[in-house]
Each structure stands twice: as structure tokens, then as C-alpha cells.
């Protein structure tokens, strides 16, 4: 078998872990570049508020599976009021920093993303969940696609933040703002540093486990990063990329453990369809409840329902944030959980 991801636990098969994704992210290029002037504008939040259904929220309602497995492989008591008062309660305090300072709650954001979802493709795919390597890796990858909106369409990217109003002064540059030729060339020095990292590592994040079909997934990325607006290229990551390959990891684990308790070998069959049933219906009024959240939130945040579609995709970025906060938590334990496991160790391969 033609061997994908590598979730640590075992292994996706490789049209599985890139079909999906691939397919979605070209069709998505060609539509933008086919529609006509202003389509993509005009559509754009709209693409982007929908990755909260398709994926989005749900691969974070999830966390509730993950928390009472993690808690069972610890040896610790699970308690559901426990794992939902810390959970909330850690939103709140982001909400918290949100309200009191956007802007430098926004640049911690896309810095935590950044980490949060490189490591998600470079820690299962090396078995490790610290190292320098490992470090060097996730921040590489995560980095770049966090700052593609920012390097190649750096107009848009002022514009949104103003219609946000996360600063004073409408739409005058933040002081952090670099500029787009510093913005480019950061970008630039972090797909290098990609590159160089996944070759001195000798193995790739996501591909066949290999450097050069990490690489080749690099190169793959890079014309959908330089030409997708920002909204459309944000959430087409966090909804083909990074949340369906965090539901094939879960429903590798679920097999896994089925398999274990069974004394068979997993196999990646119909682990398409299992990642889908995780995320979209499994835990379906956990995703809901956090869906249907986002309308106090915004009415908090703006005063007032009705002021745009665009100023919501702003509320949907501070939402994704408090959200990131525990998810990224969880999902770090997971990642140490693994390493230091026979699962983590490759003790079992879905092939």
C-alpha cells in the first residue's frame, strides 16, 4: 500500500490524507481565477465563515473524544464538568485579552496558529514531540502559510484589519506592520527554512513521510498561497488541510484502539468516512453550541447584528482564537502523549 500521512500512530493511506485536500484547494484556485472581477471579493467571507461548519469548529468539538481518551490512557479520572468549566474558562481569559488589546492579541494569535498547525504536521509525522528539529519544522511550515496573506496580498490584509477595527486611527498601518517587501521576504526565509529543515531532519511532514514529498506538498501549496486572497486561502487551509487531517488522526486512534482491544491489525480502510462521521456528526451539538455562540459573541463585540458579513469574518477570527487556546493544548498532550508511547513509536501501521 502507497503509505500518506503519518499520524504517529500508524499510517493514512496517501490518496486519503492528499485527495481530499488537493482536490478542493485546485478547484478552488481555478474557480477564483475563472470568476469574474469582484467575485472573489464578494464571496470571499462568505467561503470563509463556512469553514466554521465544514470542519472547522467541529474538528475542535472533537477535543471531548480526545480528553476522555487522553484521561483513560493516564490513568486519571474523566470528569465532563471539569474538562468543560477549564475549557471555558481559558476562552474567556482570551476573550478577556481580545477586548482589552486586539492587536497584540492578534499577532499572539497568528503566532500560536503558527505553531499549532505546523506541529500538527511535522510531530506525527516524526514520532517526536519536542526537539530542535522539531521546533525548527513546525514553526517553518506553520509560519509561511500564516503569513502568505500578508506577503501577497498585503492591501487586503490593512483593509480587513481596518474594517475590524483593531486599533485606533481607521485605517492607518499598525505599528508592527512591516510593509509588503518585509512581509515577502520573512515569507520567503520561512518556506527556505522549511525546506532546510525538513532535509537536515531526512523526514517530511504529511506526504509519504519523506522529505521529498514534503517538499513536493511545499511546492504544491506555494501558487494556491500566492494567489488565493486572504480569506479564501486562511480558510481553505484550516478546512481541507489542517482540521481534515486532524479528523484522519482521530479516526486512526479510534481504530487503533478498536483493533487493540481486539487483537487485530487497524487498517485504513473506510478511514475517509470515519474521519467524516467524527467531525461532522459525532459530536454535532458540541459544534453546534459553539456555532450558535458566535451571535452573543458578535453582538458583544460590534454592539449591534447587521453590520456586515465582513465585520463577522473579524468575530469569527477572535471566536477561532479563544477556541485555539484549549484546542492547541489538548492537542500538544496528545503529541507527548504519543511520543512517549508504542503507538508513538510506530508500534502499529494501519498498512
Same mark, same amino acid.
Given at each position: 500500500m502507497i503509505n500518506g500521512g503519518d499520524t504517529g500512530a500508524g499510517r493514512v493511506a496517501w490518496g486519503v490524507w492528499h485527495g481530499g485536500p488537493w482536490l478542493v484547494a485546485w478547484c478552488l484556485v481555478g474557480a477564483v481565477l475563472a470568476a469574474p472581477a469582484g467575485w472573489a471579493d464578494a464571496f470571499g467571507p462568505w467561503f470563509f465563515l463556512s469553514s466554521v461548519l465544514v470542519f472547522g469548529l467541529?474538528? !475542535?468539538?472533537?477535543?471531548?473524544?480526545?480528553?476522555?481518551?487522553?484521561?483513560?490512557?493516564?490513568?486519571?479520572?474523566?470528569?465532563?464538568?471539569?474538562?468543560?468549566?477549564?475549557?471555558? =474558562?481559558?476562552?474567556?481569559?482570551?476573550?478577556?485579552?481580545?477586548?482589552?488589546?486586539?492587536?497584540p492579541a492578534f499577532a499572539l494569535f497568528l503566532?500560536?496558529?503558527? *505553531? @499549532?498547525?505546523?506541529?500538527?504536521?511535522?510531530?506525527?509525522?516524526?514520532?517526536?514531540?519536542? !526537539?530542535?528539529?522539531?521546533?525548527?519544522? #513546525?514553526?517553518?511550515?506553520?509560519? +509561511?502559510?500564516?503569513? =502568505? &496573506?500578508?506577503? *501577497?496580498?498585503? $492591501?487586503? /490584509?490593512?483593509?480587513?484589519?481596518?474594517?475590524?477595527? +483593531?486599533?485606533?486611527?481607521?485605517?492607518?498601518? &499598525?505599528?508592527?506592520?512591516?510593509?509588503?517587501g518585509g512581509w515577502l521576504a520573512l515569507w520567503w526565509l520561512a518556506v527556505a527554512a522549511d525546506l532546510l529543515a525538513t532535509g537536515a531532519a531526512g523526514r517530511g511532514h504529511s506526504g509519504d513521510g519523506s522529505a521529498g514529498a514534503c517538499r513536493l506538498e511545499i511546492c504544491l501549496l506555494l501558487p494556491a498561497a500566492?494567489?488565493?486572497?486572504?480569506?479564501?486561502?486562511?480558510?481553505?487551509?484550516?478546512?481541507?488541510?489542517?482540521?481534515?487531517? @486532524?479528523?484522519?488522526?482521530?479516526?486512526?486512534?479510534?481504530?487503533? $484502539? #478498536?483493533?487493540?482491544?481486539?487483537?487485530?491489525?487497524?487498517?485504513?480502510?473506510?478511514?475517509?468516512?470515519?474521519?467524516?462521521r467524527l467531525l461532522l456528526l459525532d459530536h454535532r451539538g458540541y459544534?453546534?453550541?459553539?456555532?450558535?455562540?458566535? /451571535? &452573543? /459573541?458578535? *453582538?458583544?463585540? @460590534?454592539?449591534?447584528?447587521?453590520?456586515g458579513v465582513l465585520s463577522w469574518t473579524g468575530t469569527y477570527v477572535m471566536w477561532l482564537a479563544a477556541l485555539t487556546v484549549p484546542h492547541a493544548l489538548l492537542v500538544r498532550r496528545?503529541?507527548?502523549?504519543?511520543?512517549?508511547?508504542?503507538?508513538?513509536?510506530?508500534?502499529?501501521d494501519a498498512s
Open positions: 467541529s474538528h !475542535g468539538a472533537a477535543d471531548v473524544w480526545l480528553a476522555r481518551r487522553l484521561s483513560a490512557c493516564e490513568g486519571k479520572t474523566w470528569s465532563a464538568t471539569r474538562f468543560v468549566i477549564s475549557y471555558l =474558562a481559558m476562552m474567556c481569559l482570551a476573550l478577556v485579552v481580545w477586548a482589552l488589546a486586539p492587536l503566532l500560536l496558529t503558527a *505553531w @499549532h498547525w505546523g506541529s500538527a504536521e511535522v510531530v506525527p509525522s516524526r514520532g517526536r514531540a519536542t !526537539g530542535a528539529a522539531v521546533v525548527a519544522q #513546525s514553526m517553518a511550515r506553520g509560519t +509561511w502559510v500564516i503569513l =502568505a &496573506p500578508f506577503a *501577497w496580498h498585503t $492591501d487586503q /490584509v490593512v483593509a480587513l484589519l481596518a474594517s475590524w477595527g +483593531w486599533w485606533p486611527g481607521g485605517a492607518a498601518e &499598525p505599528a508592527f506592520w512591516l510593509g509588503q500566492m494567489l488565493l486572497p486572504p480569506l479564501w486561502w486562511v480558510g481553505l487551509y484550516f478546512m481541507a488541510f489542517h482540521a481534515w487531517r @486532524h479528523g484522519l488522526r482521530l479516526a486512526l486512534l479510534k481504530k487503533l $484502539d #478498536s483493533a487493540r482491544g481486539r487483537r487485530r491489525s487497524a487498517t485504513d480502510r473506510g478511514l475517509g468516512q470515519e474521519a467524516c459544534w453546534l453550541a459553539a456555532a450558535l455562540l458566535l /451571535v &452573543p /459573541v458578535g *453582538w458583544w463585540w @460590534h454592539g449591534r447584528l447587521g453590520t496528545l503529541d507527548h502523549r504519543e511520543a512517549g508511547s508504542a503507538i508513538g513509536g510506530g508500534g502499529y
